[in-house]
């Protein structure tokens, strides 16, 4: 009899610990359930921020791209430009050399007449 009452006791004090532990067990479980949500929320979020970073970085990366393509067009447009101008440069160093020898002809020629127009009236 008693050492059923010792085992009752053992027993229910077994049960009580047991209940303690299956309680403390539960609570945990929620928080761990409450601490799961809350991360699986926050995941969704960066998750979110991380695909709308993406497609921002996909338009800067086209714009980028863009204006790469413009700067290619631009330099061959500034080369081109370079090229005339330097055969510009020479066309008016030609046309000076040009008018030099023109206007050289010009004053001999003028000369010329002078002296002819000197024996001419002598």
């Given at each position: 009899?008693?050492?059923n009452e010792v085992t009752l006791e053992e027993l229910d004090k077994n049960?009580?610990?047991?209940?303690?532990?299956?309680?403390?067990?539960?609570?945990?479980?929620?928080e761990l359930s409450r601490k799961l949500g809350v991360q699986e929320a926050?995941?969704?979020?960066?998750?979110?921020?991380?695909?709308?970073?993406?497609?921002?970085?996909?338009?800067?990366?086209?714009?980028?791209?863009?204006?790469?393509?413009?700067?290619?067009?631009?330099?061959?447009?500034?080369?081109?430009?370079?090229?005339?101008?330097?055969?510009?440069?020479?066309?008016?160093?030609?046309?000076?050399?040009?008018?030099?020898?023109?206007?050289?002809?010009?004053?001999?020629?003028?000369?010329?007449?002078?002296?002819?127009?000197?024996?001419?009236?002598?």
């Amino acid at each position: 009899c008693m050492n059923n009452e010792v085992t009752l006791e053992e027993l229910d004090k077994n049960l009580r610990a047991t209940i303690k532990m299956a309680t403390d067990n539960e609570q945990k479980l929620d928080e761990l359930s409450r601490k799961l949500g809350v991360q699986e929320a926050e995941l969704k979020k960066g998750t979110e921020r991380a695909e709308l970073a993406e497609n921002n970085l996909k338009g800067i990366e086209e714009e980028l791209e863009s204006v790469g393509d413009n700067m290619k067009k631009l330099e061959t447009s500034a080369e081109k430009a370079l090229e005339r101008e330097e055969k510009l440069v020479e066309k008016i160093l030609s046309l000076n050399n040009k008018f030099k020898a023109t206007e050289a002809r010009y004053e001999y020629g003028e000369m010329n007449i002078t002296k002819l127009n000197q024996r001419i009236d002598d």
